[in-house]
């Protein structure tokens, strides 16, 4: 099963790193989870959903704590492939009805037509093979059944300071893949996704968050392929960031005396629905 898995997944998100990732990630905006409530599974009550890629649980939480997502979940079925994260994920999650087990984009290990939907959480940009995954989706779903898919994203136009730390981070990236629009756009042109689903119907939010400069560089020494680093390479990276937020060029402060200041992100959902 981990020769679907990139190695810098399996490395980066291991035991020990989970922690940090889990306590320093951007949390998902209330109206971007509205709205995915609002296009799916309208008529199926309680709802059986397959979480790929679930990580620590920051997404799990979020449905279980959301006025809207609550109440409508029998049935969670939590897969991930980092053992790491599994185990941080079943501490974090304290809800009957989730359970967490091994798996992949490719290979779930859900029965033939359970899941009402599937839900993949800034996940999808690690899949190695579109076309391997699109079919596992429409095998797991059942008729009417829709797999979404959630990113939230660093916003480079909105400040300086934004687009510098990104780019400080990805210049270390050694082949890790990240969210790219036009190549996923290509996965959703594969025969076997348009053979099996309809068109994706796509929406964006604005997100401004909190930050200090203390969290953003704990988010950016968590990313996978940052947390592999020798430690004197590690400390480069921080270093650097640590000169572009004494720069700050852009900040928006909220708190200047505690050092809090707004953190842009924008969130993304595509929705994909079973022929």
Same mark, same amino acid.
């Given at each position: 099963?981990?020769?679907?898995?990139?190695?810098?997944?399996?490395?980066?998100?291991?035991?020990?790193?989970?922690?940090?990732?889990?306590?320093?990630?951007?949390?998902?905006?209330?109206?971007?989870?509205?709205?995915?409530?609002?296009?799916?599974?309208?008529?199926?009550?309680?709802?059986?959903?397959?979480?790929?890629?679930?990580?620590?649980?920051?997404?799990?939480?979020?449905?279980?704590?959301?006025?809207?997502?609550?109440?409508?979940?029998?049935?969670?079925?939590?897969?991930?492939?980092?053992?790491?994260?599994?185990?941080?994920?079943?501490?974090?999650?304290?809800?009957?009805?989730?359970?967490?087990?091994? %798996?992949?984009?490719? +290979?779930?290990? /859900?029965? !033939?037509?359970?899941?009402?939907?599937?839900? @993949? *959480?800034?996940?999808?940009?690690?899949?190695?093979?579109?076309?391997?995954?699109?079919?596992?989706?429409?095998?797991?779903?059942?008729?009417?059944?829709?797999?979404?898919?959630?990113?939230?994203?660093?916003?480079?136009?909105?400040?300086?300071?934004?687009?510098?730390?990104?780019?400080?981070?990805?210049?270390?990236?050694?082949?890790?893949?990240?969210?790219?629009?036009?190549?996923?756009?290509?996965?959703?042109?594969?025969?076997?996704?348009?053979?099996?689903?309809?068109?994706?119907?796509?929406?964006?939010?604005?997100?401004? %968050?909190?930050?200090? +400069?203390?969290? /953003?560089? !704990?988010?950016?020494?968590?990313?996978?392929? @940052? *947390?592999?680093?020798?430690?004197?390479?590690?400390?480069?990276?921080?270093?650097?960031?640590?000169?572009?937020?004494?720069?700050?060029?852009?900040?928006?402060?909220?708190?200047?005396?505690?050092?809090?200041?707004?953190?842009?992100?924008?969130?993304?959902?595509?929705?994909?629905?079973?022929?």
């Amino acid at each position: 099963m981990t020769t679907s898995v990139h190695p810098n997944a399996l490395a980066g998100f291991a035991t020990g790193t989970n922690e940090v990732y889990d306590r320093v990630r951007p949390l998902y905006p209330a109206d971007c989870l509205s709205y995915v409530r609002s296009q799916v599974a309208k008529s199926t009550i309680p709802l059986k959903i397959v979480e790929i890629g679930a990580g620590t649980g920051i997404f799990t939480r979020a449905l279980l704590a959301h006025s809207e997502w609550s109440p409508s979940i029998g049935t969670l079925r939590a897969i991930e492939p980092s053992g790491g994260m599994r185990d941080f994920w079943t501490k974090s999650v304290q809800d009957n009805r989730c359970t967490i087990v091994n %798996g992949t984009f490719d +290979d779930t290990g /859900v029965e !033939d037509g359970w899941a009402d939907l599937i839900i @993949i *959480a800034q996940a999808f940009h690690w899949c190695l093979d579109y076309g391997k995954a699109f079919t596992e989706f429409a095998r797991i779903l059942n008729k009417g059944g829709a797999a979404v898919f959630v990113w939230y994203l660093a916003d480079r136009e909105a400040a300086g300071w934004v687009a510098q730390v990104q780019h400080c981070v990805e210049a270390r990236g050694n082949g890790s893949p990240r969210f790219r629009l036009d190549v996923l756009r290509q996965g959703f042109s594969t025969p076997e996704y348009t053979s099996l689903f309809h068109p994706q119907e796509e929406k964006q939010w604005a997100h401004h %968050g909190l930050a200090t +400069d203390q969290t /953003v560089t !704990d988010r950016a020494l968590s990313w996978s392929y @940052i *947390a592999i680093l020798p430690p004197d390479e590690k400390a480069e990276v921080a270093e650097g960031i640590n000169d572009i937020l004494e720069r700050g060029d852009g900040k928006v402060w909220i708190n200047k005396e505690q050092g809090t200041y707004q953190d842009p992100h924008t969130a993304r959902a595509m929705i994909s629905r079973k022929k």
